[in-house]
Nanobody, 126 residues
């Protein structure tokens, strides 16, 4: 089992920045694929970003490219999402997710990920 705990959410003005963290515990973390997803009220959960176990390969949704950066520190069993130039439409609950890459056929599909955190709220005011 892998346990994931997100932190770092909050209220920020448009144009501001936040850094989310996702601390993992349990099985070996450093080869798991990790992703960030988000869900706004009344909407389906959507893919934000993903990173390979080594941290060398990253994927982003078009809506966040150039503004968000996903990274990981395997020594700390933690994955990060640096969010810059935030917009009101970024307001969502952000979830961290993990999966053994052997069982991952799509980095952006939420059903591919087995382990999930409880989510952290990000609110961007205009």
């Amino acid at each position: 089992q892998v346990q994931l705990v997100e932190s770092g959410g909050g209220l920020v003005q448009a144009g501001g920045s936040l850094r989310l963290s996702c601390a993992a515990s349990g099985r070996t973390f450093n080869f798991y694929a990790m992703g960030w997803f988000r869900q706004a009220p009344g909407k389906e959960r959507e893919f934000v970003a993903a990173v390979s176990g080594s941290g060398l390969t990253t994927y982003y949704a078009d809506s966040v490219k150039g503004r968000f950066t996903i990274s990981r520190d395997n020594a700390k069993d933690t994955v990060y999402l640096q969010m810059n130039s935030l917009k009101p439409e970024d307001t969502s609950v952000y979830y961290c997710a993990g999966q053994n890459p052997r069982f991952l056929s799509s980095w952006s599909r939420e059903t591919e990920y087995r382990y999930w955190g409880q989510g952290t709220q990000v609110t961007v005011s205009s």
